[in-house]
């Protein structure tokens, strides 16, 4: 098995597909108000494209697929298709990130297939603030495929959320309450300067989330081995006085860009070596003829092209929703 490392050494064998451009919801970081111009669909790689290209990326030593969106389950047969990619890939790990609105519906046959973890975007615990943030979602919708997720106890959770100041920054406890319950990690994540809607002035730093964490001392239990259940681009802290543990992911003020393992592939079959970054390779050519050594190279040069750290030019071509979030 041949690995993917960059020019600095970094074995690259995790990547993540966009499934869809689409989502349900309109949040405030993410999207625009009215939306944006979805792609046609004609342009988005096939079900049977998204097998093609990982059964070269396992070849390449890739170990990891994270399946992303915009939101993955509004996807027509979404369900179907990662039983199928299960069934296909037995020794790949599998992960999906979600808005947690259709858990509920899925929760029971998603419990079926073998993933490695769930993360749920949920931002607030205020049904007002969410119904702000994402303009159109409902809270209700999310906790309730929570709890059935959690309550079948097959699946990994992660709640993710994006901490924004004077928005979310006081609901620390409360969502720590809830993923306790639900046996889910609590990750804090810095805001991060992606599309025209980030505000430098609603930015809480890591050291600031960390500074602010209520209930008094905290150890840090960050475990970077690849089998640990806190390894990852967190860094993972206990109070052990009230049985609590969380993750900061500092993508901004302190960026793990030299451990960063990942590469991103759209909706549209392009690789992005970097979130941050608007270079990419079309790989959807190579993967539409199924040419393997074509893809193989195109891959190779997305690797190539990965930098040492991130760097954000221009944000305007920056859509989460489009990228993978």
């Given at each position: ?31 625009p108000e009215n939306g944006i111009t979805w792609f046609p669909h004609e342009k988005m790689l096939r079900y049977e494209d998204i097998f093609f290209l990982v059964s070269v990326l396992q ?19 979404f369900i179907s298709f990662l039983k199928d990619f299960q069934s296909s890939f037995p020794e790949i790990e599998i992960a999906l990130t979600t808005n947690g609105s259709f858990l509920s ?221």
């Open positions: 098995m041949v690995s993917l490392i960059d020019r600095y050494g970094r074995i690259l064998n995790y990547v993540r597909i966009s499934i869809t451009d689409r989502c349900n919801y309109r949040c405030r970081y993410c999207m070849e390449m030593g890739v170990t990891k697929i994270r399946f992303t969106g915009g939101e993955p389950f509004v996807r027509k047969g519906s899925f929760a029971e046959e998603l419990s079926d297939i073998r993933l490695s973890g769930l993360n749920i975007s949920l931002d607030t615990l205020d049904p007002a603030k969410f119904k702000h943030i994402t303009r159109v979602g409902r809270l209700e919708d999310v906790l309730e495929g929570i709890k059935i997720v959690a309550s079948l106890k097959k699946t990994p959770l992660k709640i993710n959320t994006v901490l924004i100041r004077n928005f979310n920054d006081d609901e620390i406890i409360p969502l720590l309450e809830l993923a306790t319950e639900n046996g889910a990690m609590l990750r804090l994540i810095e805001f991060m300067p992606l599309d025209d809607v980030w505000d430098k002035d609603s930015f809480i730093s890591s050291d600031e989330i960390f500074q602010s964490l209520p209930l008094g001392k905290w150890k840090d239990i960050t475990d970077n081995s690849p089998t640990s259940c806190v390894s990852g681009p967190a860094k993972y802290y206990r109070n052990f006085k009230w049985g609590y543990t969380l993750g900061i992911i500092a993508a901004v003020s302190h960026h793990f860009c030299d451990s960063c393992n990942r590469l991103r592939v759209t909706v549209l079959g392009e690789m992005k070596p970097c979130l941050f970054s608007n270079e990419f390779v079309e790989l959807a050519p190579a993967i539409r003829i199924k040419d393997k050594d074509c893809l193989k190279e195109l891959i190779l040069k997305a690797v190539s092209m990965k930098p040492s750290g991130w760097k954000i030019i221009d944000r305007s071509g920056c859509r989460m929703s489009r990228i993978g979030g």
